[in-house]
């Protein structure tokens, strides 16, 4: 059965400092996607990116990137120059498409706290 | 564009009364519509999803009940609320690109719905 970790559950830091947040999954599926949202205080889920198994290239958004490692099983998020507005409740993902089940498998969160 | 609304957008209900949350997606056509629950401080566990008119999966077993009464209208449902279905419900879409190719999911605003 598929499994996502995060074992992080608040991490808190100062403005401008960089953040990385772990996100390590379990699937016994060949052809999978990970997935990372973004839940603010209000409270609605936004999408960030989506990767695809056999796509191993890191991808960088302006701050955000994405280090997708299929040997550790890990798919880590890190904000460069961390905001204010970057507070939120992070989640990691996983959807397998072999079983043809298209629902998400959610790891538990990690609450990111940045200060002034 | 697409867009998804929820509503209520807060609820509060006492134990053994009955619930109806509705979800309506606008500006697509034969999505694929999911509900999750949110306890307080914890991941998103999906509940339901669908990919058609009256075609509902459930994923836990529970006192809780989803219809699809339209292509684009997805309804939770109970008879009796219970204490522990306090949590945060939120509703997603997705368009199947094609076989085995990822669903993203887009949430929607959510419902809080306190059980007293």
């Known amino acids: 059965a598929q499994k996502v970790t995060q074992a992080q559950t608040e991490i808190s830091v100062v403005e401008k400092e960089d953040v990385t947040l772990d996100c390590v999954y379990e699937?016994?599926?060949?052809?999978?996607?990970l997935f990372w949202y973004k839940q603010p205080p209000s409270g609605e889920l936004v999408f960030l990116i989506r990767?695809?198994?056999?796509?191993?290239q890191n991808e960088i958004s302006g701050r955000y990137s994405w280090n997708f490692q299929k040997s550790t099983s890990s798919f880590n998020f890190t904000i460069t120059a961390s905001q204010v507005v970057d507070s939120a409740v992070y989640f990691c993902?996983?959807?397998?498409?072999?079983?043809?089940?298209?629902?998400?498998?959610f790891g538990s969160g990690t609450r990111l706290q940045v200060q002034p | 564009s697409q867009t998804i609304h929820q509503w209520p957008a807060t609820l509060v209900q006492p134990v053994g009364s009955p619930l109806s949350l509705e979800c309506t997606v606008e500006?697509?056509?034969?999505?694929?519509l999911y509900w999750y629950r949110q306890a307080a401080g914890r991941g998103l566990q999906l509940l339901f999803y669908?990919?058609?008119?009256?075609?509902i999966s459930s994923e836990v077993p529970q006192n809780l009940s989803a219809s699809r009464p339209q292509d684009r209208q997805f309804i939770l449902s109970s008879k009796k609320l219970l204490l522990s279905d306090s949590g945060f419900y939120l509703c997603?879409?997705?368009?199947?690109?094609?076989?085995?190719?990822?669903?993203?999911?887009?949430f929607g605003p959510g419902t809080r719905l306190t059980v007293l």
């Open positions: 990767r695809n198994s056999f796509d191993e």
């Open positions: 993902a996983l959807s397998e498409a072999g079983t043809g089940r298209r629902a998400l498998t």
């Open positions: 699937t016994r599926d060949t052809t999978y996607y």
């Open positions: 997603a879409w997705s368009v199947s690109p094609g076989l085995g190719a990822p669903d993203t999911q887009y």
């Open positions: 669908s990919v058609g008119i009256g075609q």
């Open positions: 500006g697509t056509s034969n999505p694929n």
